[in-house]
C-alpha cells in the first residue's frame, strides 16, 4: 500500500456546491492556477445543469472537444425530457500537477462527485447519490498564455504517462 504524501499543490474547495436554479449575471472568472481553474469550471458546468443551459458548457470546455460534445448531450437530454440536475458538484483532492506550460497543463486529482438532485418534469425530485470516481488525470488547455483554461480531456490516472 503506497505511504500518503502530502498533496504537492492544494487550493480549498467549498464543502458543498451551492445549489443555482438561474443562471447568475455574470459567470465566475476562471484563475489562472490550472487547479484553482478547475474547481471554477466544474462550478460553471455544476450552472449549466442546474439551469439547463447545454449552451453555457462552451465556458468549460474548448470547442473541438469530445468532451464538450458529450456533455452538451447528455445535459440536452435532461433538459428535453424535462429534467434538470441541481447541486451538482465535486470535490478534489490531492492535486498533483504534472507538466505545465503557458497554455498546456496536465494534472492528477482524486474527484468525489457530491450528493446532487435530479428534479424531474413534475417537479419530483430523487436525490443522487455521492460517489467517489477515482484518481483522474486532466489536461487543461488554453488558446494563448493569457487565455481562459478549459478542460481538454481526462482519463484515469492510471493510464497518464509517468
Do not use: C
Amino acid at each position: 500500500m503506497p505511504v500518503p504524501t502530502a498533496p504537492a499543490h492544494t487550493v480549498p474547495v467549498p464543502s458543498a456546491p451551492v445549489p443555482v436554479t438561474a443562471v447568475p449575471s455574470a459567470l465566475p472568472a476562471v484563475p489562472d492556477d490550472p487547479v484553482a481553474g478547475l474547481t471554477v469550471l466544474e462550478q460553471i458546468r455544476g450552472i449549466a445543469y442546474a439551469a439547463g443551459r447545454p449552451q453555457l458548457l462552451a465556458h468549460v470546455y474548448p470547442g473541438d472537444s469530445p468532451l464538450l460534445t458529450e456533455d452538451r448531450a447528455a445535459l440536452a437530454g435532461l433538459v428535453n425530457s424535462g429534467n434538470r440536475v441541481q447541486r451538482l458538484g465535486f470535490t478534489f483532492t490531492g492535486p498533483k500537477i504534472l507538466t505545465r506550460t503557458a497554455v498546456r497543463a496536465e494534472l492528477t486529482v482524486s474527484i468525489r462527485q457530491q450528493p446532487a438532485v435530479l428534479v424531474r418534469r413534475d417537479g419530483t425530485s430523487s436525490a443522487l447519490s455521492a460517489r467517489d470516481l477515482g484518481r483522474v488525470a486532466i489536461v487543461l488547455t488554453r488558446a494563448s498564455p493569457r487565455g481562459v483554461w478549459r478542460i481538454a480531456g481526462s482519463r484515469p490516472a492510471a493510464a497518464a504517462p509517468t
